[in-house]
T-cell receptor, first 112, second 115 residues
Framework: QQQVKQSPQSLIVQKGGISIINCAYE??????FPWYQQFPGKGPALLIA?????SEKKEGRFTISFNKSAKQFSLHIMDSQPGDSATYFC???????????FGEGTQLTVNP | NAGVMQNPRHLVRRRGQEARLRCSPM?????VYWYRQLPEEGLKFMVY????????ESGMPKERFSAEFPKEGPSILRIQQVVRGDSAAYFC?????????????FGEGSWLTVV
């Protein structure tokens, strides 16, 4: 029940295209869903996060879509750029504590 | 930018030696988390600490690994008698409080190589 499943494992997109990464969770107690971006040799950096009381949150080119009934959430990167090439992790945590459970990661490559 | 500070950034140890990884949380943060990332894998939770207390150590291996966050000074992740399988990136993160939704900030990691 602690798992967060992420797909795809890798993704190649052309510059200007839309990158879509999906995650599914099992534990209905999860109520905070962040996405992190990680470049090689660096620590994960928070991109955007959502709570289950909203179905969508947008920050610049990054949008989280959240489907509570399906227990799924996704990250959309609009107008993808080569500089977006990185590994993206979804995560989830629950109300009683803020420990994060991570998905396995998606390696995104944006071709110029 | 006084973010989460980890040291050393890179550490090489021979099998059987001890590794000590240090983490200073962001200013004003009293909650520290340690995560391990094996090559080409995701981030696995190890332990969650507050000052002088271990809150959740469900992700810590039962043997050789320990963590502390003393009243004064950084949090320490200690690995005794290291083996090659301990080679990984160890990330420390911190947050200001206990409620869900508090942003968790990560350090740049400590890369341990066991030879």
């Amino acid at each position: 029940q602690q798992q967060v499943k992420q797909s795809p494992q890798s993704l190649i997109v052309q510059k200007g295209g839309i990158s879509i990464i999906n995650c599914a969770y099992e534990n209905t107690a999860f109520d905070y869903f962040p996405w992190y971006q990680q470049f090689p040799g660096k620590g994960p950096a928070l991109l955007i996060a959502i709570r289950p009381d909203v179905s969508e949150k947008k920050e610049g080119r990054f949008t989280i879509s959240f489907n509570k009934s399906a227990k799924q959430f996704s990250l959309h990167i609009m107008d993808s750029q080569p500089g977006d090439s990185a590994t993206y992790f979804c995560a989830a945590s629950w109300a009683s504590g803020s420990r994060l459970t991570f998905g396995e990661g998606t390696q995104l490559t944006v071709n110029p | 930018n006084a973010g989460v500070m980890q040291n050393p950034r890179h550490l090489v140890r021979r099998r059987g030696q001890e590794a000590r990884l240090r983490c200073s949380p962001m200013k004003g943060h009293s909650h520290v988390y340690w995560y391990r990332q094996l090559p080409e894998e995701g981030l696995k939770f190890m332990v969650y600490l507050q000052k002088e207390n271990i809150i959740d150590e469900s992700g810590m291996p039962k043997e050789r690994f320990s963590a502390e966050f003393p009243k004064e000074g950084p949090s320490i992740l200690r690995i005794q008698q290291v083996v090659r399988g301990d080679s990984a990136a160890y990330f420390c993160a911190s947050s200001p409080g206990h409620s869900s939704g508090n942003t968790i900030y990560f350090g740049e990691g400590s890369w341990l190589t066991v030879v």
